[in-house]
């Protein structure tokens, strides 16, 4: 069956640093990627769309990378802040349907 | 201009009770979708329209749930004969046409199952 997964486990890095989130995906050939952000009682925020014949996309201080023989994203945060602090979560739709999935989500804790 | 709009923010019903969920869309988003999201989890999906036509419901747990969007605005999710494990946050979420436009979600329906 169709899995995403992100790293479970909060991230905590110093600010100033970079995090580095991942999402990796089996059973699913996906025709794009999303990164959305999720505050505590809050819906999910999108921030970036990726598409399969794209290798890199930036935003600001935002990176992500789409691999899709490494069935794999990563997303970048430079120079994080303590504001970048939240849940983040990819989501991958396929080309032929508006469904889209979501991974668990990875908590990032951003300290001064 | 408004956001997606779920109601109720709430809602606390009994064992084997119906509810009806209801979610407004951005104005002149064509694709709507329901997803579920239990604490430290990601949003599950449910089903989702384009217009007023559901085009896939398989995330649905079960037939005790439905949806519907009749006028291809307003959509209700419908749980008949609720259950304990039913207990979540639902939300709702509207886009744009086009493969790959961002989803805009709602803050959610929280519903306890007692």
């Known amino acids: 069956s169709q899995k995403i997964e992100q790293n479970s486990e909060a991230l905590n890095i110093q600010e100033g640093k970079t995090a580095t989130l991942t999402c990796n995906y089996t059973?699913?050939?996906?025709?794009?990627l999303q990164w959305y952000r999720q505050d505590p009682g809050r819906g999910p925020v999108f921030l970036l769309l990726i598409r399969e014949n794209e290798k890199e996309k930036r935003k600001e201080r935002l990176k992500v990378t789409f691999d899709t023989t490494l069935k794999q994203s990563l997303f970048h945060i430079t120079a994080s802040q303590p504001a970048d602090s939240a849940t983040y979560l990819c989501a991958l739709g396929a080309g032929n349907t508006d469904k889209l999935i979501f991974g668990t989500g990875t908590r990032l804790q951003v300290f001064p | 201009g408004a956001g997606v709009s779920q109601s109720p923010r709430y809602k606390v019903t009994k064992r084997g009770q119906d509810v009806a969920l209801r979610c407004d869309p951005i104005s002149g988003h064509v694709s709507l979708y329901w997803y579920r999201q239990a604490l430290g989890q990601g949003p599950e999906f449910l089903t989702y329209f384009n217009y007023e036509a559901q085009q896939d419901k398989s995330g649905l747990p079960n037939d005790r749930f439905s949806a519907e969007r009749p006028e291809g605005s307003i959509s209700t999710l419908t749980i008949q004969r609720t259950e304990q494990r039913d207990s979540a946050m639902y939300r709702c979420?509207?886009?744009?046409?086009?493969?790959?436009?961002?989803?805009?979600f709602g803050n959610g329906t929280r519903l306890t199952v007692t």
């Open positions: 979420a509207s886009s744009l046409p086009g493969t790959g436009s961002p989803l805009h």
């Open positions: 059973n699913y050939s996906p025709a794009y």
